[in-house]
């Protein structure tokens, strides 16, 4: 079992910047990727971005390719979202979520999941 606990939401001004923190704790040995999802009241929740655990391969959604960088403290079990450019639409409840498959980019792919940290982005 994996433990995941999201950190580092808030109120910001558009155009700011902003980073979330995930600390994993349990069986992360047997993890093979962590995300960022994002969900928006009533509606379903969203890829952000993702990271093979242990190669450090990321992937992005369009919407947030060159604002949002993904990272990990592989030692630390820590995963990070550094993210800039804030915008109005990036308003929604971010989650962390670990898995198995080495690349997942669907929700089925993560197993686990924290209980998710909110970021609003005024104008």
């Known amino acids: 079992q994996v433990q995941l606990v999201e950190s580092g939401g808030g109120l910001v001004q558009a155009g700011d910047s902003l980073r979330l923190a995930c600390k994993a704790s349990g069986r992360t040995v047997s993890v093979g990727s962590m995300a960022w999802f994002r969900q928006y009241p009533g509606k379903e929740r969203d890829f952000v971005a993702g990271?093979?655990?242990?190669?450090?391969?990321?992937r992005y959604a369009d919407s947030v390719k060159g604002r949002f960088t993904i990272s990990r403290d592989y030692a630390k079990d820590t995963l990070y979202l550094q993210m800039t450019s804030l915008k109005p639409g990036d308003t929604a409840v971010y989650y962390c979520?670990?898995?198995?498959?080495?690349?997942?980019?669907?929700?089925?792919?993560?197993?686990?999941w924290g209980q998710g940290t909110q970021v609003t982005v005024s104008q």
């Open positions: 979520g670990a898995g198995y498959p080495l690349e997942g980019t669907y929700r089925h792919d993560y197993e686990y």
């Open positions: 990271i093979s655990w242990r190669s450090g391969s990321t």
